[in-house]
């Protein structure tokens, strides 16, 4: 399912047709089910991979199942195909990971999906090069009391991603992913003195000689003790898909496990993966990768029923 209407760079080769949005997310479940009978699969995950798709606003058609299978019968420019995705998945009780920053899981209709039908969902967008970077360095430069005024964030890339990205609209999308990370962890409102007038800019652009490859640049200004300027320079050569495929077989593996464990709804342990982690409602995402990985860490423990991780260190030594 593919609609230059929401990922405007590209062509689809292969695209279903339907009268509805209705009726394509009837032709995705009736594939999936002949693909599970063929395959012989009793156990399914699905994974959102694809382009990131235009900036979506939440609308009230997303705030009740009712009211999103109608949307999908009107074909409602509020139903993106990756809802659909999300939408076929759910409604056949498969555990959905969205691995780009577009609103699907986080809208309230799909949440409520995943709780009725027991499902594990979790997003969003795979945490894989410069964002990975931020949530190493910005909590160690916290932990150590060390201000920030600005961060400029810039990106090279080429395949098919940095050409969708290069649609401003594509762009926002991913735009909001990125910029939410930093604010998160400093806690500006906490520690106004050091991050509070922080100015955090980020910018991708395309450049197709460099394929699959990404290079990400940082420049950090940052502010030590009597209140001296430095300087951090980050230059990161990646790439793109051999971050990321560790990334998704790891989520595949955890909410598969999830579900067998019978967890259901957003799996706010993964966090450890996501750009912008989805949480309860009303709930401030972690993006303190150590953090993040203690959570993920311990909930596998708890599974486990095995003791939970504190690193007090006390059991090593003689109490008085």
């Known amino acids: 399912m593919f609609s230059t209407e929401y990922v405007k760079k590209l062509d689809g ?72 995705y999300a939408y076929a998945s759910l409604k056949l009780g498969i555990p959905f990971v969205n691995g780009a920053p577009n609103l699907n899981l986080e809208i309230p209709a799909l949440r409520e999906l995943a709780v009725i039908n027991k499902v594990p969902v979790g997003g969003k967008d795979f945490k894989t090069g410069q964002t990975l970077m931020k949530t190493i360095i910005a909590p160690g430069l916290k932990a150590r009391m060390i201000g920030v005024n600005g961060w400029f964030s810039t990106n090279i890339l080429g395949n098919r991603d940095g050409e969708v990205l290069d649609d401003p609209e594509s762009f926002k999308t991913k735009e909001v992913s990125k910029l939410s990370v930093l604010e998160s962890i400093l806690e500006q409102d906490k520690y106004p003195e050091l991050y509070e007038d922080l100015y955090h800019k980020v910018r991708i652009n395309y450049y197709p000689p460099r394929g699959d490859n990404k290079e990400s640049w940082d420049n950090i200004d940052i502010v030590g003790w009597l209140g001296y300027p430095m300087q951090i320079k980050i230059n990161f050569l990646c790439r793109d898909s051999i971050l990321a495929a560790p990334v998704l077989l790891d989520l595949v593996l955890f909410i598969d496990l999830a579900q067998r464990c019978e967890m259901f709804g957003v799996q706010e342990w993964l966090s450890f993966f996501w750009k912008s982690p989805m949480t309860a409602p009303g709930l401030q995402p972690e993006n303190d990768l150590f953090i993040q990985q203690t959570k993920l860490k311990n909930t596998l423990r708890y599974m486990m029923k095995e003791d939970m991780i504190t690193h007090l260190g006390l059991e090593y030594y003689d109490q008085m």
Not at 27 to 36: G, S
Not at 53 to 79: C, G, R
């Open 13 to 84: 080769t292969h695209v279903k047709k339907a009268d509805s949005k209705w009726d394509l997310a009837q032709q995705l479940m009736d594939d999936i089910r002949k693909f599970a009978e063929e395959k012989q699969i009793s156990r399914m995950v699905m994974a959102w991979a694809a382009s990131t798709e235009v900036y979506l606003e939440a609308d009230p058609v997303h705030w009740t199942i009712d009211s999103f299978e109608q949307a999908m019968k009107d074909n409602h420019p509020a139903i993106a195909p990756s809802m659909i």
